[in-house]
């Protein structure tokens, strides 16, 4: 009888544990689990509960930023027409140049003489080039149909506009980057060479000093000076971006009123539409954690 009982309960399975490097546990598989399992999982742990209004102010740089591009179209469509002239463009660049320069100085927080002089020296770098390099610029594409030009600087505007850093995270300081991503770059450089293709159908090398300087001014400064603006008052952020949508949205109402309607469905697609969906979709997120993720490893460093 008690050798009965013995062999018995040594056919008995033993509880099964959760082991991780034990091996196999007799009388159960490999792949075996019992009721204890999801005990410890959670749903939905890391998800970000958002609010639509905050949604709706952070979708305002985006709109922003499409304004300026759109002004910047504008300002090319103008001189391609002869509607301005080179002086009318050297004084709208001297006019972006100062109030850009001002901006910076009066959001600096830590405002010295060696910052203005690096501004200045920069700036002054940045337009002897481009007085170098203008009648280059000139004849660059005096061999490729206009059609084409056209349809390339479109393509470039567009990929720009779709690969730019909108949230401003390569942006560490006034005037410095800190670890550009090949996205921005990319973003960058085809806006530069849409500014040249676009720079090269101009008449006189003035012209396209002119142009090319403005060009430049916006798509590699006016990033610079947003972020600084939003850094110093986001509700200076957002009157700005208003006044700049009615501006946008009036001078593209005197050129065409087809490309007005169009602006003006993407700015409420950008900055309605969109958030509202970002809110409804959330109800459909479905988020499982629970012991069996990968372990997140923390070290603790310590001088």
């Known amino acids: 009888m008690d050798a009965c009982t013995s062999n018995c309960s040594s056919l008995t399975p033993q509880r099964w544990r959760k082991v991780a490097y034990g091996g196999m546990q007799p009388g159960y598989d490999d792949n075996h689990t019992d009721e204890t399992f999801l005990a410890d999982m959670v749903m939905n742990a890391s998800v970000v509960k ?3 209004l905050k949604v709706m102010k952070d979708s305002v740089s985006i709109s ?3 304004c300026i591009v759109s002004l910047v179209v504008l300002v090319w469509s103008y001189t391609l027409r002869s509607t301005l002239d080179e002086n009318s463009l050297l004084l709208l660049d001297t006019s972006l140049l100062g109030s850009g320069f001002l901006i910076l100085v009066l959001t600096e927080e830590m405002l010295s003489l060696n910052l203005l002089f690096h501004y200045i020296l920069n700036i002054s770098f940045f337009i002897t080039g481009l007085s170098v390099l203008a009648p280059i610029y000139q004849t660059l594409t005096r061999s490729i149909s206009s059609d084409s030009i056209w349809a390339v600087t479109i393509s470039l505007l567009m990929l720009h506009l779709f690969l730019h850093d909108y949230s401003g995270s390569t942006i560490k300081a006034p ?3 800190q670890n550009p991503t090949l996205t921005s770059c990319i973003s960058l450089n085809a806006s530069v060479v849409a500014s040249v293709f676009v ?3 101009l008449p006189s090398r003035i012209h396209v000093f002119a142009i090319m300087l403005f060009s430049l001014l916006v798509f590699l400064f006016a990033p610079l000076v947003t972020y600084c603006v939003k850094k110093y008052s986001f509700r200076l952020h957002l009157l700005f971006s208003l006044a700049l949508m009615v501006v946008t ?4 109402y005197i050129l065409h009123k087809l490309l007005f309607v169009l602006l003006l469905g ?3 697609f950008v900055n309605v539409v969109c958030p509202y969906f970002l809110i409804r979709i959330q109800e459909y997120k479905f988020e499982i954690n629970g012991p069996w993720d990968e372990a997140k490893l923390c070290f603790d460093i310590t001088d």
């Open 64 to 66: 922003q930023y499409l």
């Open 50 to 52: 958002r609010d639509i």
């Open 175 to 177: 005037g410095a980057l």
């Open 249 to 252: 949205l009036s001078f593209v």
């Open 266 to 268: 993407l700015l409420v």
């Open 199 to 201: 720079a090269s159908r």
